[in-house]
């Protein structure tokens, strides 16, 4: 009798079941006590509503901070695109050994502590730091500039703590791009920008988007880089739930700012989610 052959492409759901359990309890479970917790009107847990939410959507200093916060995202984000697009760029027209040489460059802030990537931009951005000494000896300032403990300095610094994650998803799409594209392009006429702008970017708006979307949620969440380089002059919101819960105890409105941010936070995703499913249409077309 013939030996029954098993198909190797399907698999028991039961084997899913430690990484379903493991979810619902270090996931699920904990995000429903935050959300009990948010509908705590006072934090002894008496009574229960929507205080805590009208608290913060009443506050305009509260909409202030998540605004700030959303919007320090767009501009690192956008930063980190036109920084890491030309390095995903070099990488693809770059020799084998010189991509070697780059990947190794954009992976390097992964394999250091986000800490010490946070005080070497401390140091960098100091009064005393590279930025303003160079700029000193060659004359261009009297006086050294203030740029740690400002919102440029933390845009500049979650840039480059988060440039792997844009860079990588680019180098992706850039990968999956046929050279024959560039080559037809060329033979029918087009110069390089022009096929750079019809061709080239339209076909790597995947990873852009991914690219965007992963830097985008990193950098609006990044509260050591966001409390160290901004200081005690800027609050964002994870700082701002930090307070709320360590230094108040009133954990009842840190978990609805906390519900509010992760719910704001997954409304960017769906519109970047939205845009990536549009660009691989449009890639695909």
């Known amino acids: 009798m013939a030996a029954t052959l098993r198909d190797v492409t399907t698999y028991d759901l039961k084997l899913a079941a430690p990484l379903a359990a493991g979810f619902i309890l270090f996931f699920v479970t904990p995000l429903v006590i935050l959300l009990a917790l948010s509908f705590q009107t006072d934090p002894q847990g008496g009574h229960y509503g929507l205080t805590q939410y009208v608290a913060f959507l009443g506050d305009s200093f509260s909409l202030g901070v998540l605004g700030s916060t959303l919007w320090l995202g767009v501009k690192v984000t956008v930063l980190t695109l036109l920084l890491g697009y030309p390095v995903a760029w070099l990488h693809q027209r770059s020799p084998a050994w010189a991509r070697g040489l780059i990947m190794l460059l954009v992976l390097l802030p992964l394999?250091?502590?986000v800490v010490v990537r946070t005080f070497a931009w401390v140091v960098?951005?100091?009064?005393q730091g590279i930025v303003?000494?160079?700029l000193a000896w060659i004359g261009l300032i009297d006086t050294p500039l203030k740029l740690l403990y400002t919102e440029g300095g933390v845009v500049v610094a979650l840039a480059q703590v988060q440039m792997p994650l844009m860079v990588l998803p680019i180098i992706t799409a850039l990968s999956r791009i046929d050279p024959n594209f560039a080559d037809a392009s060329s033979v029918l006429g087009a110069g390089h920008w022009r096929t750079f702008r019809k061709v080239?970017?339209?076909l790597s708006l995947p990873g852009i988007v991914a690219g965007c979307l992963?830097?985008?949620a990193a950098a609006i969440t990044a509260f050591i880089t966001q409390s160290l380089i901004g200081g005690g002059q800027m609050l964002?919101?994870?700082m701002y739930i930090y307070q709320q819960a360590s230094t108040l105890q009133n954990w009842p409105f840190a978990a609805a700012i906390s519900i509010v941010f992760l719910v704001s936070v997954l409304v960017v995703v769906s519109i970047f989610n939205a845009l990536g499913r549009l660009s691989r249409g449009y890639a695909n077309a």
């Open 111 to 113: 394999l250091t502590s």
């Open 124 to 127: 960098i951005l100091g009064r």
């Open 236 to 238: 964002f919101m994870p």
């Open 200 to 202: 080239i970017l339209p």
């Open 132 to 134: 303003n000494a160079t």
């Open 214 to 216: 992963l830097t985008y």
